[in-house]
């Protein structure tokens, strides 16, 4: 008997009913929070870097499902790798075999890391920063992780362990018993490294949470320290790296940096299939798969599957062939240097940074008395609810999706797919200025917005 299934129908059906769903099933606060901010909107189809609505309105997604959708959505190349694997019907996870696409997937990474030597693959960016930890452990023999202040390095325990935000750990104890450090101060990572029990440092060459960015030097010091005292340099490049920076992977803005293990995930993807990759040397993974007996000793049942190898190679292939890295540099240096320009405009905008197409837009203390009393206002309601008055107007009025960078942060975060051009930064350029300027008129819906966001901070207390 053949079971027939329409996904086609059952969307036709059903799919009105999306935020119902949610709410019976799911996080039923997600829908709250996305009605509360006017953010549930019903997208119909997405291609590249933007989505469409049913009324056939386009939006410019300056967000790229954070950081997934680095080649913008549906690529055409990555695409067809997918259906071609498919329609291969591969003897896939036979879990007692060798199929040729994680070896040549490996390759292909391993080519972008000529200091690394093999790779694990898993699901997820969480997974490969799990894998990096317990290989340093292991393979140092040490327990101890170092981790940076504000870092944000996945949600499963162990990453929750090295993740600097106490709000995401919160009710979660007890964790591993892992050290922050603030980012940037080596005398600190020299205190906790003299104890001897050291593993590793994880790091971000630049954090999600802020986008803030290692010092200059930082990471080639950390990491001489670190071998010094027998301890391991853990890159986590899973937003930063292909590409995101202007560089396959961010460490390499520092000359002589060589990390032994590194975490790569979110764009490998293609934006279809989850995957994690953590990249180390070959005497770590020699270490931790030290004989016949330890073969499985760390594994993932959907690891290496065809697939996500399959979408992994279209990947890496496409950054080559269309120049994907390079148009990030450039393209991320024609957006920061204009939105950079517009600081000594606007007294609310206090600083732009980052690298390549990884921007933070952050947002400051205004000089004049009219704007500082409604600054202050919002700031003693919840500090970042000026960063959430800028994100709706930039999606309500100019439909133009971005991000507020964490909790508590006045900066909003842009980490568009990699394929935009000039035409998607004079879009959100004209969009953010004409918000700024609604925004330091002192009134307007900007500020009675504002208001509303106040009041729900306070109900939430």
Request: proline fraction near 4%; hydrophobic fraction near 45%.
């Amino acid at each position: 008997m053949t079971t027939e299934f329409d996904l086609g129908a059952l969307l036709a059906e059903r799919g009105a009913e999306r935020y119902e769903l949610h709410t019976r099933h799911l996080n039923h606060q997600l829908p709250r929070m996305l009605r509360t901010i006017g953010f549930d909107k019903v997208y119909e189809r997405a291609e590249g870097a933007y989505f469409w609505d049913a009324d056939g309105n386009d939006y410019l997604d300056m967000l790229a499902g954070f950081g997934v959708m680095g080649l913008g959505r549906h690529h055409p190349v990555v695409r067809k790798a997918l259906h071609d694997v498919l329609d291969a019907s591969l003897a896939d996870l036979t879990r007692f075999d060798c199929q040729p696409l994680p070896g040549l997937l490996a390759e292909r990474l391993l080519s972008y890391s000529p200091h690394l030597d093999r790779v694990f693959f898993g699901n997820s960016g969480t997974e490969a920063v799990e894998g990096a930890l317990k290989f340093a452990r292991y393979a140092t023999g040490k327990p101890r992780i170092l981790y940076c202040e504000h870092a944000f390095h996945g949600l499963t325990t162990g990453s929750l362990s090295v993740n600097g935000e106490d709000g995401f750990r919160d009710g979660f104890a007890p964790l591993l018993p892992d050290t922050a450090v603030p980012l940037g101060d080596l005398d600190a990572l020299e205190r906790e490294v003299r104890k001897g029990d050291v593993a590793a440092l994880i790091v971000e060459p630049v954090q999600g949470k802020g986008v803030y960015e290692a010092p200059p030097g930082y990471l080639r010091a950390a990491q001489e320290l670190l071998h010094r005292h027998k301890a391991l340099l853990i890159a986590d490049e899973v937003q930063t790296g292909l590409g995101r920076t202007g560089r396959f992977y961010a460490y390499q803005h520092e000359d002589g940096v060589e990390p032994d293990l590194v975490c790569v995930a979110k764009a490998l993807s293609g934006g279809y299939v989850p995957v994690g990759a953590t990249v180390g040397k070959d005497w770590i993974f020699k270490k931790v798969y030290s004989s016949m007996d330890r073969v499985l000793v760390h594994s993932a049942s959907f690891g290496s599957n065809a697939q996500a190898m399959a979408a992994g190679l279209a990947v890496l292939s496409v950054l080559e062939s269309d120049e994907v890295v390079a148009n990030a540099a450039a393209t991320g240096e024609s957006l920061r240097s204009r939105l950079a320009a517009l600081v000594d405009k606007y007294e609310l905008l206090a600083e732009v940074r980052g690298r390549g197409l990884m921007i933070g837009i952050e947002f400051g203390r205004p000089r004049s008395l009219k704007l500082r009393s409604r600054w202050t206002m919002l700031q003693a309601a919840r500090k970042g609810l000026f960063a959430q008055m800028v994100v709706v107007p930039l999606l309500q009025r100019h439909r133009i999706l971005t991000q507020v960078s964490g909790d508590h942060l006045e900066v909003i975060k842009l980490i568009p797919p990699l394929i935009i051009g000039e035409r998607e930064v004079d879009r959100f350029v004209d969009a953010f200025t004409a918000v700024m300027d609604d925004a330091h008129e002192g009134g307007g819906l900007l500020w009675d917005f504002g208001k509303t966001l106040v009041r729900q901070a306070m109900a939430g207390r």
